[in-house]
């Protein structure tokens, strides 16, 4: 007679000692949720509701917007916490269901490389985004960049 574990059942033995990850990721997970409702509908108030909706939404509006910090903020905190929940669950799914060690651990970093890579392009794309470069061709430039 074959027993097939029960949902969830760790790959290895709980350990006694120490931080315990499983429980603070599921706080992580509840939290995070939580914040990117609030950030989510925010941000889609603001760009679809207010002004003139979807048709507002070019490349200046997105320069206006991360022409101040408190968007660049709510932008990044947005990024952050979507790249990690959404990886945080990605790597219980892998729990769940990668049985093999190897596979498990190939899996996980590949998950973690993929959430680094993005956070890291993500953030230096809100904190670095020039709409108006100095020294670049007016041809290049929008219509709204003065001209110099």
């Not at 709510?74 to 945080?88: E, P, R, S, V």
């Not at 769940?96 to 590949?110: F, S």
Request: with cysteine; glycine share 8%.
């Amino acid at each position: 007679m074959t027993t097939i574990d029960a949902p969830r059942t760790p790959a290895r033995p709980v350990r006694r000692k120490g931080t315990n990850w499983e429980k603070w990721g599921w706080i992580y997970m509840r939290v995070s949720g939580v914040l990117l409702v609030i950030l989510i509908f925010g941000h889609l108030f603001v760009n679809l509701v207010l002004g003139q909706g979807v048709k507002q939404i070019d490349f200046a509006f997105i320069g206006g917007k991360y022409a101040t910090p408190f968007w660049q903020v709510w932008d990044l905190l947005m990024l952050w916490l979507a790249l990690i929940h959404g990886g945080n669950g990605m790597r219980t799914l892998v729990n769940d269901y990668a049985y093999n060690k190897t596979v498990n651990r190939i899996l996980k970093w590949a998950i973690l490389a993929a959430v680094v890579v993005l956070v890291v392009l993500g953030t230096l794309v809100i904190f670095t985004f020039e709409p108006c470069p100095a020294g670049a061709p007016a041809d290049l430039l929008p219509s709204f960049c003065p001209v110099k």
